[in-house]
């Protein structure tokens, strides 16, 4: 009848306090690839899990057709079965087990039923690598690839069932520019297959680049659907149609006022890994002065976060070597309590794994860190505490029904907005922020860097560690290039260029 | 709404928390009309709460434990062993009572430590540390009362612990038969409540938290003081509070203090929730973890007091599945294997179900083979319907 392998109708789905979806519409053109875009809590992921039966019919109203012909799933398997896959952004991956282990994870080939045919699991697996185009060994462990490999690994174990509608829930957040292009060949080369995708994303230059449709959701409703071969999609559009204004500068303008005073210095630090039996910081030198954004840019996995953990009492255990004057004095912190004290923070970038206690509501989770500040003789303070939780979620303008909401129940982006408060709450001098905006729409960007100049023009100092070189370029004073755990260069944002730290970041 | 409209609503958004109150109320219906009220004598129900008091500070112990995702498994022949040496340190080393209690306490609070050391130093699951700690303390046990078998203690003040009741006015004519204290008591109690959820209510709606509605706030104020005023009304009627009892209350009074409202309770639930998001924030892991085992053990040397002074003697056998019941009871009450969740008042109230379905069994006359079937599918059912409202309220 038409050529859509999806058509999704006045789809609505609420939670308590919150509807998540008000009659959204989203169709799919057979053999696309459908970029949706939309601000922090707009829906999207809601939306595709009510798609893939996360949510089965019936806690939500509206319909889904799948060529043409309605859907009612009652859970993930339905919608697997009738060839929608859908990765998350929380990859699900068992990092102890072998790569083909992981690939046919929960449909292990047998011929008995009984045994599990490892020889032959091998082989397809291969054969599913090569598909995906990843070079390793299917024997070599999950836990010891990068991210970008694992996002791949996934999309095998996706392939090999029969999919004909694959969905990625931010794949890219957390890879690098290499890895991202990787997955676009990927998905292009999918495309050409007959494998249809719906690809959620913050970065809009990607969809610009990949998306042949995008939809864009606010507020849980459909704004627009946008034709990229009609020239119907920009940078600005997308902008204005997500956040509803416009958003001229990215990088908002900053006062400049980085001082002289050396506020934090760091002399030939060494770093063990008694974990992993390596190395993972080599003859780091470094300092950060008063007022300063400095940027630390690198790939992933080049010792940036071993760098901030490091500095912030080394929670992990590294045995470590090398000095840190912290206002010209000498400093030793074995615990991250006493790296607080002395006026040093530090966002996580992975605030699922280490950053927020999900089951705990937002205003104990942005208190967590500072309790003293709402506390008096070891006794919490709850209404200081509302009140205070009550301003920062403002300040962020962090999406919740109420700031006693489960951090659990927030999307995504909204849960970074609360990591940040959270250490914003204990007043630092030294903000070390690890991948500040992964996975945060373009307005809530544009409140963080303007959280970070307002910090900076205090006084405050900042280290910045990002994957984004744009960001780099656009936010910091000076740029330290990571290599391998090793300082590869340094150099003031006036000189540098892309080209230039990727040079750095890469030999 | 409608009163009855905004009853369902409270009640199903709250089915978990209430859901443990209302199955502890069918046990009591149920035991009481198969016993022909035999159970809610005055004399059982005083009773069944001596019996709970050994119990409930173990359970209560135990949930903070199970609250940081651990388990301790050596409490119950601890408190055993602890009782054994304050008997000894009673009747052989002749030290009055005011010395053996805190002696007890303290050998508690060290005998915690040392179960925390391997798995807050060495990272060794807290399972086998204390399965460790299970042997050696049935093994002290059994050594130090080797010689002389069960040893009697002859010292009325310590017995009174786990036997006596508080004192009463001297001799008032006003309601012969009752003990006049308790009812004070309780009705202070039942005072102090409804000034404190009033004043409370007032704060939150000062700062715009939500409230329930004014209908069902009273329904909720008249339900509390109801249950409080019936058991001591039932209380009085026998001798009145027993010691246990206010140590009970007194224990699990300062434990829902210190969790629900201190920074320590904070960190407690917040290493619970995510361990590594906890040492990032500052807390020390470590030492929370030395803090919350001692405690577990200080509350096993209290139950080992109690224990042994209601049975004015320390045997050999002494302690023997107590963790079992305490960590049943702690699951009842509605604590998380997955860490972070779990009040100490839900673990008092798994206690009593615990002990209320012993007491009832033993009053049918049902062997205890049976009972121990009873017990084990309560606890499955109990744990069941907690996922199942967990998940639904996701
Ligand atoms: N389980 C839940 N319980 C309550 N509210 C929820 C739940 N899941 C999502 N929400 C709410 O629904 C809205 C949509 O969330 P959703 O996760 O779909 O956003 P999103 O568009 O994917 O955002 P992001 O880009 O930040 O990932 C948000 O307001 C969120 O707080
Ligand atoms: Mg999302």
Redesign the interface.
Known sequence: MNDHILEMKFITKEFPGVKALDEVSFSVKRGEIHCLVGENGAGKSTLMKVLSGVYPFGEYTGEIYLNGVEQKFSGINDSKKAGIAIIYQELALIPEMSVYENIFLGHEISNNGIAVNWNETIKQATEMLKKVRLNVNPATKVKDLGVGKQQLIEIAKALTQDVKLLILDEPTSSLNEDDCENLFELLRDLKKHGVTSILISHKLKEVINIGDTVTVLRDGRTISTLDAHKGEVSENVLIKQMVGREINNIYPPRRKAVGNEVVLEVKNLNAYNPRIGRDVLKDINFNIKKGEIVGFAGLVGSGRTELALSL?GN?VGYQIEGELYINGKKKKFN???Q???AGVA?V?EDRK????????DVK?NIS??N??RV?MR???NE?SE??IATEYKDALDIRTP?I?QKVLNLSGGNQQKVSVA?WLFVDPEILILDEPTRGIDVGAKYEIYTIMNRLAEEGKSIIMISSELPEILGMSDRIYVVSSGRISGEMPVEEATQEKIMHMATN | MSFYGDLKKIIKSNIREYGMYIALLAIFIFFTVATNGIFISSRNISNLLNQTGYIAVLAVGMTLVIVIRHIDLSVGFLAGFLGAVAAIALTQWNLPVFVVIPLVMALGIVAGLVTAFPVAQMGIPSFVASLAGWLIYRGLLLLVTLRTGTIIIPNDTYNAIGNGFIPDFPEISFLPGMHKITLLIGVIAVILNIVGEIKNRK?KI??N??VVPMNMFIVKLIVISAIILGITWVLAGYNGLSWTVVIMLAVVMVYHYVTT????G??I??IG??P?????????VKKMTFMVFGSMGMMAALSGILFSSRLQSATTTAGSLFEMDAIAAAYIGGVSAAG??GKVTGSLIGALVMTSLTSGMNLMGIDISSQYVVRGMVLLLAVIFDVATRRASK
């Open positions: 912030f929670p615990h991250p309590r790296a607080i004290k530090y996580t794994g280490n950053g927020l206690i999900l089951i705990q104990q967590l860190a309790l003293d506390s070891g006794v919490v209404n509302f009140t109420s006693e959270k | 704060n000062a700062y938290f939500e409202k201190t920074v320590l904070r960190y639930y917040a929730g995510n590594e998001a906890a040492e990032l924030s500052g807390i020390d972070g969740v």
